[in-house]
């Protein structure tokens, strides 16, 4: 840990991790959000502050390859693993969640689609109950479940 000299009590750690399948080197407080480092340090927009309190899914990123509300991960705690936000999302692949109409405002959709790649990349499970289940930390308050629901069957590649 580093202290700076004109403030003691202000700290900053040197971490490393891979971003997107990029390696950083930062310099972060130790109070510093996930969420704000890749929006406002990094300039990743894509991942949304709802709530602010890991209820709502709209911040949703994968660290090593499992969703976490990155409003609630204190950034030093992502040293040595792999992010992933929206934007490595090849928005090729999106189209047909999009035409299942699972998208209104934008506010929940980047942390919806996070969660929907990753149900996509280690979910053969395709019953609307368990893609219910699987979504639930997505909270939507526009379109309505049904719509979002059937966009992730779609993407998955499952039966309308």
């Avoid at 959709?109 to 639930?136: C, D, F, N, Y």
Wanted: proline residues 6%; glycine residues 10%.
């Amino acid at each position: 840990m580093q202290t700076t000299a004109s403030n003691p009590a202000a700290s900053t750690l040197q971490i490393a991790f891979s971003l997107n399948g990029q390696a950083i080197d930062i310099a972060v407080d130790p109070r510093e959000r996930l969420l704000d480092t890749l929006r406002y340090r990094l300039n990743l927009p894509g991942t949304k502050e709802g709530c602010g309190e890991g209820e709502c899914g709209a911040c949703t990123v994968t660290i090593d390859d499992l969703p976490a509300n990155s409003c609630l991960v204190p950034t030093f705690q992502v040293r040595g693993c792999s992010v992933r936000t929206i934007e490595s999302v090849p928005k090729a692949e999106l189209g047909p969640m999009l035409a299942a109409g699972a998208t209104q405002c934008g506010a929940c959709t980047p942390g919806v689609v996070m969660t929907a790649h990753w149900i996509k990349q280690h979910s053969q499970v395709l019953e609307s109950q368990t893609l219910r289940a699987l979504m639930a930390g997505n909270l939507c308050r526009c379109t309505g479940y049904d719509g979002i629901i059937d966009g992730v069957r779609r993407w998955i590649g499952g039966p309308q």
